[in-house]
C-alpha cells in the first residue's frame, strides 16, 4: 500500500473530498498566518524579535504535522477501501471455489450410479431405457439445481442420454471426451465454449468417465458431463456481496487475466484483458482510472480450480465519497481513544496538536504582556489573530482525527464485522443446501428401492445395501452415519460399523423420520430439530431424512434414509473460516464467533471455550430480531469485554429455505476486540 502512496499520491489526494479539503483550509491558515506575522514585524519595533521567532517555529511544527496528518488521513482511508473491496474479491473467488469443490464429488459419485452403468452397458438401448435414465437426471438436477444440463456419452462421443431436451447436440467432437477417457486423474474442469452446449458463450463442464464397475483398469464404458450454470451462480454472488449502492464492479477473472463473469458486463465486458496479478494497484481503463484489488483462492479442501482470481475495482473519482456520506449517528470517541486497533500516529498527531496550540497559546500571553510593558498597541491584534489561526489549526486536526474515527477507521471494523457474519450463515446455508440434495438423491438409489420393497428384507439384502451406504459414507465425510428404516421406522442397515447396536430398533421421533414416511414426494426432505440424540454420541446435531419410495409405485413409501450431519467440527469450521487473523496470519486474539437460532440457543461456537453448544448466548434480545437476510452490527460489552459485534440472519441457498418447505433460522455472531 505505500507503494499506491508514493506512486499516487496527487491522484488520492484530489479523490478524497475530506482530505483535500483539510489541505485547502489548512494551507489558506498558514498563509494568512504568514501575511499577520510580516504585518507585526513591520509595524512592531518595540517587541523583541524573538518572539515573533518563536511563533514562527510554532508555525512550522503546524506545518511538519500537517504533513502527517495528511499522510496518515490518505492511509487510512485507502486502508479502509482496500479491506472493504479486498474482503469481496477474496471472499467472491472463494465462495465460488467451495461450490464447485461439491461439483468434483458429484460428477465422481453420479459415474458409479449403477443404472447409468446398466444403461451403458445396453448394445441398443430401448426409448424406455433412454427415458428411464433422462428421468434419472431430470431427478438429480431438481435436487441439485446448480445443473442445467447432464450428458451421457459412449466412448466414440455419441449422446445416448442427456436432460436438456432444447439442447439439439447428438455427437459431441469436443477434446474434453477423449481427455477424460484418457486421464487417469478422478475428473476433468473444462471452461469455454463447448459444442455440448452450442447455445452458450461459455460452458463450465466437470466430466468423468464411466466405467463398468470400481475396479481398477475396468471397462470404460462412456463419459459423463454435468454442466454448471455458472453465470447463474455468478449472478448470486454478485447480488450478496454488492450493496444496491456499490459503485465497484466485482470480477473473476481466468487464468489468462481475462474477464470470466462481471457484475456490470457493460462496463467490464467478458473477455477483457485485464490481467492484474498485483494484490492492490491503481490503473487507467478507457481514460479512467480504478483501485484494483486482486486475489488468488484460499482454496478449499486442497482444491483450488482453474487458477481463478476475484477482483474488486472501483473508480477512483468516486471511490472515497461514498465514506464521505456515511456518518455514523453514534459517538465512538472514547471507545476508540482506548482502543488499540486505532492508530497510534493518529492519537499523537491529536495529542500533538494540542500541545503545539497550548504552546502558541502561552507565547500569545507573554506577547500581550510585553506589548503592555512597551506600550505597543499594535501589536495586540496581530496575537490576537495568530491566536484564532492556531486555535483553528488545531481544530482542524481534531476535526479530522475525530472524523477519521467514525467515518473510516470504526465504519470500516462495523462494516467488516457485519459482513463476516453474513459469510459465515451463507456458508452454512450452502453447505447445508448440499445436505438436504444428498438425502433426496441417495434415497432414489435403485438398489434401495428394490430390496426395501419385498416382503422380507434378508441378511443379504440389509448386507447388499450396508455395502452401499459405507461406500457413500467413505466419499462423503461429512457424516457420521447413514442408515436406512423400513416404513415402521425399524433401521434396517448402518454405514458406521460403531453404530450397528442400533440395526432393528425403531428411529426416534425426534430424528425427523415419520415426516417422509407420511409424504412420497421426491423433492420433500425433513429435518431434525438441533437437539442431543444418541445418534451423535448424545450431542446437537441436524439429521436429514428423505423417503424411499417403489420404483413403479412411486406413490408407495417403503421407508427412508436417515443421515447424521456431523456438525460439531463442520460447523466450527465455517466459523473458524470468517474470523479475522493477525498480521503474522495467525487468529486474532480474543475474537470468536457463534451459531444461534432466534431463541438465542447456541448451534456452534468457535474460539470461545467458555460457551457451549446448548447454552444461550447472553446478549441483547434486540439483536435476535433481524429479518432474513439481514446483517448489522454494533459496539458492546461481553464479560467486561469491548467488541465489535457482526451479526447476520440466514436466507437459504437456491431453493433450500426459500421455497421448499424448511424453516429454521440461523443467526452468525463474529465477536472482535478492539
Known amino acids: 500500500m505505500n507503494t499506491i502512496l508514493e506512486t499516487h499520491k496527487s491522484k488520492l489526494l484530489s479523490a478524497m473530498p475530506m482530505v483535500e479539503s483539510n489541505e485547502v483550509r489548512l494551507a489558506s491558515l498558514n498563509d494568512w498566518w504568514g501575511k499577520i506575522s510580516l504585518i507585526g514585524k513591520i509595524n512592531s519595533h518595540n517587541i523583541a524579535s524573538t518572539l515573533l521567532d518563536d511563533m514562527s517555529l510554532t508555525k512550522n511544527k503546524f506545518g511538519e504535522l500537517q504533513k502527517k496528518l495528511t499522510h496518515n488521513l490518505l492511509v487510512e482511508n485507502l486502508r479502509k477501501l482496500v479491506l ?116 452458450r458463450r461459455h460452458s463450465l463442464i466437470y466430466s468423468c468417465k464411466i466405467t463398468q464397475n470400481n475396479n481398477k483398469g475396468s471397462k470404460i464404458l462412456g463419459v459423463i458431463c454435468l454442466c454448471f450454470r455458472f453465470d447463474d451462480e455468478m449472478a448470486g454472488i454478485f447480488q450478496n456481496l454488492l450493496d444496491t449502492d456499490d459503485i465497484g464492479v466485482l470480477m473473476v477473472l481466468g487464468a489468462d487475466g481475462k474477464v470470466i463473469a462481471s457484475s456490470d458486463e457493460q462496463a467490464f465486458p467478458l473477455n477483457v484483458s485485464f490481467n492484474r496479478a498485483d494484490p492492490l494497484s491503481i490503473v487507467s481503463h478507457q481514460r479512467r482510472d480504478y483501485i484494483v484489488n486482486t486475489r488468488t483462492t484460499h482454496g478449499y479442501q486442497g482444491f483450488y480450480g482453474l487458477g481463478w482470481r476475484g477482483q474488486m475495482i472501483t473508480p477512483l473519482d468516486m471511490a472515497f465519497k461514498q465514506q464521505s456520506a456515511s456518518v455514523s449517528n453514534t459517538d465512538y470517541a472514547d471507545i476508540m481513544d482506548q482502543a488499540s486497533t486505532f492508530p497510534k500516529e ?236 493477525d498480521q503474522q496470519g495467525q487468529l486474532l486474539a480474543g475474537c470468536f464467533a457463534v451459531f444461534t437460532d432466534r431463541k438465542k440457543m447456541i448451534i456452534a461456537l468457535a474460539n470461545q471455550p467458555e460457551l457451549s453448544v446448548g447454552d444461550s448466548l447472553p446478549i441483547a434480545d434486540a439483536f435476535f430480531t433481524l429479518k432474513n437476510g439481514q446483517r448489522g452490527s454494533e459496539v458492546i460489552q461481553f464479560n467486561g469485554v469491548n467488541y465489535v459485534l457482526g451479526m447476520a440472519v440466514s436466507q437459504g441457498y437456491r431453493e433450500y429455505k426459500t421455497c421448499d418447505n424448511y424453516s429454521n433460522d440461523v443467526i452468525a455472531f463474529v465477536f472482535i476486540p478492539f
Not at 449422446?159 to 477424460?180: E, F, G, I, M, Y
Not at 512597551?374 to 475525530?402: H, Q, W, Y
Not at 438441533?530 to 413409501?557: C, M, P, W
Open 84 to 199: 472493504d473491496n479486498a474482503s469481496k474479491a477474496q471472499v467472491g473467488i472463494d465462495l465460488l471455489i467451495r461450490n464447485l469443490f461439491e461439483r468434483t464429488a458429484d460428477v465422481g459419485f453420479l459415474a458409479t450410479d449403477d443404472d447409468i452403468r446398466a444403461f451403458l452397458a445396453e448394445q441398443e438401448p430401448t426409448t424406455d431405457s433412454v427415458k428411464f435414465i433422462e428421468q434419472r437426471l431430470d431427478e438429480y438436477v431438481k435436487k441439485y439445481s446448480v445443473y442445467d444440463e447432464i450428458l451421457v456419452f459412449d466412448t466414440h462421443g455419441r449422446v445416448k442420454a442427456h436432460l436438456n431436451q432444447n439442447n439439439p447436440v447428438t455427437r459431441s467432437k469436443d477434446p474434453l471426451l477423449a481427455q477424460t477417457l484418457a486421464t487417469v486423474d478422478d475428473y476433468v474442469e473444462t471452461f469455454r465454449y463447448s459444442d455440448l452446449q452450442p447455445d
Open 346 to 581: 493518529l492519537k499523537d498527531i491529536r495529542k500533538a496538536s494540542s500541545d503545539i496550540n497550548a504552546d502558541l497559546a502561552l507565547l500569545v500571553l507573554n506577547g500581550q504582556i510585553a506589548a503592555a510593558r512597551k506600550n505597543a498597541a499594535e501589536f495586540m491584534p496581530v496575537l490576537e489573530a495568530i491566536k484564532r489561526i492556531g486555535s483553528d489549526i488545531a481544530n482542524i486536526f481534531t476535526a479530522s482525527v475525530n472524523s477519521l474515527q467514525e467515518v473510516t477507521v470504526m465504519s470500516s471494523h462495523l462494516n467488516n464485522a457485519g459482513f463476516l457474519a453474513a459469510l459465515a450463515v451463507d456458508i452454512m446455508d450452502r453447505n447445508l443446501y448440499e445436505r438436504a440434495n444428498d438425502c433426496r438423491w441417495w434415497a432414489l438409489t435403485s438398489a434401495f428401492r428394490r430390496l426395501t420393497a419385498q416382503p422380507v428384507v434378508s441378511a443379504s439384502d440389509k448386507h447388499q445395501i450396508t455395502e452401499i451406504l459405507q461406500y457413500i459414507n467413505a466419499l462423503y465425510t461429512v457424516y457420521t452415519n447413514l442408515y436406512i428404516y423400513d416404513k415402521k421406522g425399524e433401521i434396517l442397515a448402518v454405514s458406521n460399523p460403531k453404530e450397528r447396536g442400533i440395526i432393528g430398533l425403531p428411529v426416534d421421533e425426534q430424528t425427523g423420520a415419520f415426516a417422509v414416511l407420511r409424504n412420497s414426494d421426491s423433492q420433500r426432505y425433513s429435518v431434525s430439530a438441533f437437539v442431543r440424540t444418541s445418534l451423535y454420541e448424545g450431542r446437537h446435531t441436524y439429521i436429514y431424512n428423505a423417503a424411499i419410495t417403489h420404483l413403479q409405485h412411486k406413490d408407495e413409501v417403503l421407508g427412508g434414509i436417515g443421515i447424521v450431519f456431523d456438525s460439531e467440527p463442520q460447523f466450527a469450521s465455517m466459523l473458524t473460516e470468517v474470523l479475522p487473523n
